[in-house]
């Protein structure tokens, strides 16, 4: 079986990468697999950036076809804030929480029809002579109060267009055929299955 190496340390998103990822038949390995990766550092300044350092990172390290992914919430009426720092949006260390308090109160009095936002994620392919990368974007609007329990991050405070729900509120299949995510592995998976299988 052919083997590939989620490059992130986010469980949440290893989890949801590898439900997309079943129909493949890959043996996908996570980080844990592998004794002393380095610290993936996202300082790049854009989802590109990030993706492609942590991916050439991880397949330098473990010689295995590597996928990265980096992603965030994009709000309009913040010039596309947090962006790159939504996981730090509140500082280093911030929790999922403190994210979603900040960014609620810098939106505090603005109309629902000003609080237009997109969650996107770019994932980055790097392996033996190939970089590849995709992208997704999901459209939606953040409402007032978080809402829901599913998910993580962003996702109880983000309502997708179409959609009376948080994507916290939607089961994992309901968010895996919708989401930002879903739909860079989707495209992403052209490139897998020239390069990987």
């Known amino acids: 079986m052919n083997?590939?190496?989620?490059?992130?340390?986010?469980?949440?998103?290893?989890?949801?990468?590898?439900?997309?990822?079943a129909d493949l038949g890959l043996e996908i390995l996570t980080l844990a697999d592998f004794q002393g990766v380095p610290p993936l550092i996202e300082d790049?300044?854009?989802?590109?950036?990030?993706?492609?350092?942590?991916?050439r990172t991880v397949y330098h390290h473990t010689k295995l076809p590597a996928l990265a992914d980096?992603?965030?919430?994009?709000?309009f009426y913040l010039n596309m804030r947090p962006g790159v720092r939504s996981a730090r949006y509140a500082g280093e260390r911030a929790t999922d929480e403190m994210n979603n308090r900040k960014l609620l109160a810098e939106l505090r009095g603005v109309p629902p029809r000003r609080r237009g936002a997109q969650?996107?994620?770019?994932?980055?392919?790097v392996g033996p002579g190939y970089e590849d990368v995709a992208e997704g974007i999901c459209r939606g609007k953040v409402?007032?109060?978080?809402?829901?329990?599913?998910?993580?991050?962003?996702?109880?405070?983000?309502?997708?267009d179409g959609y009376g729900q948080t994507y916290a509120e939607l089961s994992s299949e309901e968010k895996n055929k919708i989401s930002h995510r879903a739909r860079s592995v989707v495209a992403m998976k052209e490139f897998l299955k020239k390069r990987v299988l």
């Open 3 to 21: 083997k590939l190496v989620l490059a992130t340390n986010n469980g949440h998103k290893t989890r949801e990468i590898q439900e997309l990822l």
């Open 119 to 125: 969650f996107r994620s770019v994932l980055a392919l």
């Open 44 to 55: 790049g300044l854009t989802f590109r950036d990030n993706a492609l350092k942590k991916a």
């Open 70 to 75: 980096d992603s965030g919430l994009e709000v």
């Open 143 to 160: 409402i007032e109060a978080p809402r829901g329990t599913n998910g993580f991050g962003y996702d109880p405070i983000f309502v997708p």
